[in-house]
């Protein structure tokens, strides 16, 4: 008889971005037939919400308190449910200082996303893969990524840690992104550009040429934002 009840997972976070990680989980048991994560509960930075409810299910401590929860279990799921990329690494340190043995992150990935299985494409620890995306060959993917609904990723694209790659964004081929950039919803990003770390691309905005570390970039084509 199998007794498998899922990998016991927390979100910390309780913003939008955490709902749809709790959406996404659901879908992912739902469409499976069968509870692959079995969602314990959201981990906030707000003490006063503690036993408040998202969709129903409990904010069940604070980030502080995360380590004595883990000690419940013999293996703890971590989805990091943040877009902002600084944010998501503070968080992933805080985690990291606890030294908590049992924790894992696994790569949430809904099974309508269409993933190539070609040999070549790695992926890290930690990602959030939505429905309807689609990537390509040779990709290779960070840790701690969020590709949210409907993104492509074209071939031979690097895409670094913590970076958030918003609904809709077109990333063609031969791209490389730099770690803790945020790509807006609907940016198309040109073939054989690089993105420079800690950057911003706008809301549909259209880049045709390489952006460097910590530039924010808008309209179309993409231009340097006035300071």
């Not at 000690?71 to 992933?92: C, E, H, Q, T």
């Not at 609904?167 to 950039?181: M, Y």
């Not at 198309?188 to 809301?203: D, M």
């Amino acid at each position: 008889m199998n007794s498998w009840t899922g990998l016991p997972i927390v979100i910390f976070g309780t913003g939008g971005c955490a709902k749809e990680i709790k959406a996404l989980i659901d879908e992912i048991n739902g469409l499976m037939y069968q509870t692959i994560y079995n969602l314990i509960g959201f981990i906030t930075n707000d003490k006063s919400e503690v036993g408040k409810k998202i969709e129903e299910v409990e904010i069940v401590c604070t980030n502080d308190e995360f380590q004595f929860l883990c000690r419940d279990f013999p293996f703890m799921g971590v989805v990091i449910g943040l877009a902002d990329p600084f944010s998501k690494k503070k968080i992933r340190k805080n985690i990291e200082d606890m030294k908590v043995s049992n924790i894992v992150f696994p790569n949430l990935i809904h099974p309508l996303a269409n993933l190539s299985q070609s040999i070549n494409n790695k992926m890290g620890f930690g990602n959030v893969i939505c429905s309807g995306v689609n990537m390509t060959v040779n990709i290779n993917l960070g840790n701690f990524i969020l590709l949210n609904r409907s993104c492509n990723i074209g071939h031979d694209v690097t895409i670094g840690d913590f970076c958030t790659i918003n609904p809709s964004a077109i990333i063609s081929g031969n791209v490389n992104i730099g770690e803790l950039t945020l790509i807006g919803a609907g940016a198309s990003i040109k073939e054989k550009i690089s993105i420079g770390k800690n950057s911003k691309v706008g809301l549909g905005a259209i880049v045709v040429k390489d952006v460097y570390d910590s530039t924010t970039v808008i309209s179309v084509a993409a231009r340097e934002m006035d300071k």
